[in-house]
């Protein structure tokens, strides 16, 4: 009997500070700009991948249940890459769990992603270097290519047409600035748009998307030495920018993309108004209502105190930066899709 080929990983979510939005080619899922961000500790996904030559079909399961269609082609899409490289051909049981909402703007899909293709390199015996996985999971979500990495990241936007030269690297790991992050959910439904969809249609209807492009390497560059400086008021200033700037792109698109609710746009100024007493706090906000607030380990009960009462905000997180993707011991064998566990 041919034994199963297994693989597990975890990878954790990511917050960019200085934002992708908008690709330079779809297939191959290549930005239009370079990105930095920070991988959070305790927003993960756990992935478990197993090939047979018994398995017609891929299948997905995610957080428990069978995944839509369109999740379960995009994970095979990826699979694919790797079945390539290794000249396998089973189809994959994919079973991955997420310990924080799904689809809601906290980068479930960067972190899902980057578990998938360490568990099925594992599990295809295929020995990559990082910035190889980081290249095949920014195939099934750009900014799974930064979860790979720990701490501070920075993902290249590259020149190649193939894209190979499009992959992250770490800038800074974790322990050389501490920092934490309250994340605000205000929402947990997933959000309207997809952010695949709201960046072309960003590319091709806003005004403003030349000029987008244009400025993004010198934020990069003024991200980067805030990092290297540990400057907080410089790396919160530069955030905050990019992150206003990303918006006001989404929302120059036609018809304008607007992420934000009441309650994102109350958080935000409560955040302005502690920086402007002193605390050392910023906000980030992706393609969905959350808000990110990233913080000195000082300022965090202050940060929680502020966004408590907000109306409209459901669930505080509080992480600090985490590790890059982990490889793990592949357990028991997945219990194919509609069996129970113990069948
Ligand atoms: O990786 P995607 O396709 O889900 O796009 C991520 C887009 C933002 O989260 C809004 C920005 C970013 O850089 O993560």
Known sequence: MIPAARGAARARSNIALVKYWGKRDRALNLPAVGSLSITLDRLWT?????FSARQQHDEFLLNGERAAAEATTRVSLVLNLLRERAGQRGGALVESTNN???????????????AL??????????????????????RGSGSAARSIFGGFVEWRRGERADGLDSHALPIRPPRDWPLQVVVAVTSTEPK?????????RTLASSPFADAWIKHQEADLDQARSAILDRDFLALAEISEHSCLKMHALAMSAQPGLLYWSAATVECMQRVRALRAAGVAAFFTVDAGPQVKVVCEA????????????VPGVVQLIETGLGAGVEVMEPTAPLAPVGSSACA
Do not use: I, Y
């Not at 756990?46 to 197993?50: A, G, I, P, Q, S």
């Not at 293709?117 to 920014?138: D, G, I, K, W, Y």
């Not at 309207?192 to 072309?200: A, E, K, L, W």
């Open 298 to 309: 000082a300022a965090v009960t202050q940060v929680v105190a502020a966004l408590s009462d």
């Open 117 to 138: 293709v360490a568990a099925a390199a594992q599990a295809l015996n295929l020995r990559l270097q990082p910035f190889e996985l980081s290249t095949l999971a920014r």
């Open 192 to 200: 309207p748009v997809g952010s695949s969809t709201g960046m072309s």
């Open 46 to 50: 756990d992935t478990r991948v197993e």
């Open 100 to 114: 924080f909402p799904t689809g809601a703007g906290l980068a479930s899909s960067a972190s899902g992603f980057a």
